[in-house]
């Protein structure tokens, strides 16, 4: 089945928004190595939090619209892309 899915984080309303502080309780000893890596820890998390948001919002976008994506596919199965004949690949 093909699904949607969107790499980018302007869809979701990411880019730009302001930073704010958040506490976060963190296993002791991670940090603490983190720094000694010389790692920007608020950087870290804060890529890492967006992508697993990302990819939990599409997960259950892509579910939630299961039924239109079949529909839309089995369209695509039996009739083909609309306007392929004007493609020229």
């Not at 899915?5 to 506490?23: E, I, Q, V, W, Y």
């Not at 939630?64 to 839309?72: F, G, K, R, W």
């Not at 083909?80 to 020229?88: C, K, T, V």
């Amino acid at each position: 089945m093909r699904t949607v899915c969107a790499g980018d984080t302007a869809m979701l309303g990411f880019d730009n928004a302001p930073k704010r502080s958040t506490d976060l309780s963190l296993n002791s000893k991670v940090p603490e190595a983190a720094r000694d890596l010389d790692m920007n820890i608020s950087q870290t998390v804060d890529e890492l939090l967006v992508a697993e948001v990302q990819h939990r919002y599409w997960e259950r976008w892509n579910s939630a619209n299961q039924a239109a994506i079949a529909a839309y596919n089995a369209r695509v199965d039996s009739e083909d892309l609309p306007l392929a004949q004007y493609r020229s690949f």
